[in-house]
């Protein structure tokens, strides 16, 4: 039953994302192809913008004229996970018993502010199931870098800050913060697989390295958060791995003093159940 439903909820999903992801890219304008250097917004300061040029140079490189279909395809990823996410904490708020699920969480637009934007991509743009679940479509030939999805990400809601940066400041500073968090994904996953082909062998290793170290000192909060939680969870106060997180969240994120998604936390208790 529960695989049946989640087939259900995974094709509503696609149908929500691909509608959503289409009304984005018009409002946009990403299907008009227009996201080029000499449009990039300069309101943000020189730093800002040289730095998205960075991101977007990279993903000329390697994708040429497939650029704009990178660009629709990471945007409906981000679609895709808004929605199915709603969906999954909507099936959890229509079940007995499960009234403690925050109502923030059962609109699009409620999980991924509450979770965050460039959270709920990094995590959809790693799946194993990505290309299942989003297929490829227009001129690409294979699934997208997880990498070069948030790198395009990162382009699209720069944009989108310049958009509403007269008129809605606050919001567009906003944006600009989730901006910020994809880069922080792409510059980290970079570093730890050494860099792309065009780097030489000792940058490469050194890179490895420094962010091997990076990566310790950064995950050593979630890392001492992970094992709080599956200590809970072993006690047997809880009966289900759903209502274990939502009631233990908000402590593990103040024992940790970092940010802690839902979906991340229950994670860690269906993987050390599976022995990984």
Not at 96 to 114: F, Q, T
Not at 154 to 175: C, L, M, Q, R, T
Not at 191 to 197: D, I, L, P, S, T
């Amino acid at each position: 039953m529960a695989s049946c439903f989640d087939d259900e909820r995974l094709e509503l999903a696609k149908v929500q994302a691909v509608k959503a992801g289409k009304d984005a890219a018009s409002r946009l304008e990403l299907d008009c192809g227009v996201i080029c250097e000499g449009t990039l917004p300069i309101c943000f300061g020189p730093k800002w913008r040289d730095g998205i040029i960075g991101a977007l140079r990279v993903i000329e490189h390697f994708y040429g004229h497939s650029l704009n279909d990178l660009f629709l395809y990471s945007n409906r990823v981000f679609e895709f996970e808004r929605h199915y996410g709603a969906c999954f904490f909507k099936s959890l708020a229509g079940e007995a018993g499960d009234s403690w699920v925050n109502k923030e969480l059962l609109s699009p637009e409620g999980y991924a502010d509450y979770e965050g934007w460039a959270v709920i991509v990094y995590d959809r743009a790693n799946s194993l199931r990505l290309n299942e679940q989003i297929p490829v479509f227009g001129s690409l030939e294979k699934t997208p870098d997880a990498r070069d999805i948030m790198r395009a990400m990162a382009i699209i809601w720069f944009v989108e800050a310049g958009k509403k940066f007269i008129g809605d400041p606050a919001h567009s500073f906003d944006i600009l913060c989730e901006v910020s968090q994809a880069i922080s994904f792409v510059s980290f996953d970079d570093g730890w697989a050494g860099g792309r082909e065009y780097e030489s062998e000792d940058r490469k290793a050194n890179a490895t390295e420094a962010a091997r170290k990076r990566a310790l000192a950064k995950h050593a909060p979630h890392t001492k958060a992970r094992e709080k939680l599956i200590g809970i969870w072993r006690s047997g106060e809880y009966a289900t791995k759903d209502e274990c997180v939502a009631n233990e969240l908000s402590g593990l994120v103040e024992f940790c003093g970092k940010k802690i998604a839902f979906r991340v936390a229950r994670s860690w208790l269906i993987n050390v159940e599976a022995g990984k």
